[in-house]
């Protein structure tokens, strides 16, 4: 038996198979935006549902509609969705905040992504279209987060509100300060997020203790990941290992 589950960002649409151990064999993506989204996507649905495949859909989505528009192509195919909200995931996970509806299903998958059982603290840092921070305790507690502005949307909303700046990439860090204004852009964002999120960190750390472990995911990870003050790990997949355990947990 293969499965299908799915993450959908407000960026990137990230479709996973797995096999009859609930290992990833093969990943699909796609961009939340394009116009063309459903087209790619069902131009590629008969390939994600080849052999033996499960029935049963998993995803967790920020998106709603972008959700219900991949449904309505799924039940076509005879497959039934499931988000990851509609399971009472607080007999997994205790959730030490105000409004469970208001946190994203993104984040909830990061942190049952971290594992069970736990020992030590975590710090999950998610380098997506936000850069946030999410606080998982021992026991499986969920404490809280922080959610700060992305790069790349910083980036692209820098140089759609200004006539002269450049858009640019933020491809690797920049030595010093720049010489043009790509460089000088390029040092301002690199060392503006290395400062930012160093300082959320402390304060985090400051509050929960020093043997706080540190998981990075997304696309900048590999970036910041030697230039935090306390070590890392990077965890591309671990949205993707969350929502394999709810499947596990609550479709199994």
Excluded at 13 to 37: A, G, P
Excluded at 117 to 144: C, E, P, Q
Excluded at 192 to 210: C, D, T
């Amino acid at each position: 038996m293969n499965y299908l589950i799915g993450d959908i960002g407000n960026t990137n649409i990230k479709i996973c198979k797995l096999n009859k151990r609930f290992k990833i064999t093969k990943s699909f993506l796609f961009n939340t935006k394009d116009k063309n989204l459903l087209f790619n996507f069902k131009k590629k649905i008969n390939k994600m549902l080849q052999d033996n495949t499960s029935k049963i859909v998993l995803f967790s989505s920020v998106v709603p509609k972008v959700y219900s528009k991949l449904k309505e192509v799924l039940k076509s195919k005879s497959f039934k969705t499931h988000e990851i909200k509609e399971f009472d995931l607080r007999k997994l996970m205790k959730f030490k905040i105000k409004n469970f509806n208001q946190l994203g299903s993104d984040r909830i998958a990061n942190a049952f992504g971290i594992g069970e059982n736990l020992k030590s603290n975590y710090i999950i840092i998610d380098f997506g279209t936000a850069t946030t921070f999410d606080i998982i305790k021992k026991k499986n507690v969920y404490d809280g987060g922080v959610i700060a502005p992305g790069v790349k949307s910083s980036i692209e909303n820098l140089s759609s509100s200004t006539a002269l700046l450049p858009i640019f990439k933020l491809k690797k860090y920049p030595r010093n300060y720049g010489k043009n204004t790509k460089q000088a852009l390029t040092s301002g964002f690199f060392w503006g997020y290395q400062g930012l999120i160093n300082n959320i960190l402390s304060k985090i750390i400051n509050k929960n203790g020093k043997n706080c472990k540190i998981v990075l995911t997304g696309g900048y990870s590999y970036l910041f990941k030697k230039h935090l003050y306390k070590k890392a790990k990077i965890e591309k997949d671990i949205t993707m290992h969350g929502i394999i355990k709810i499947y596990r947990n609550f479709i199994i």
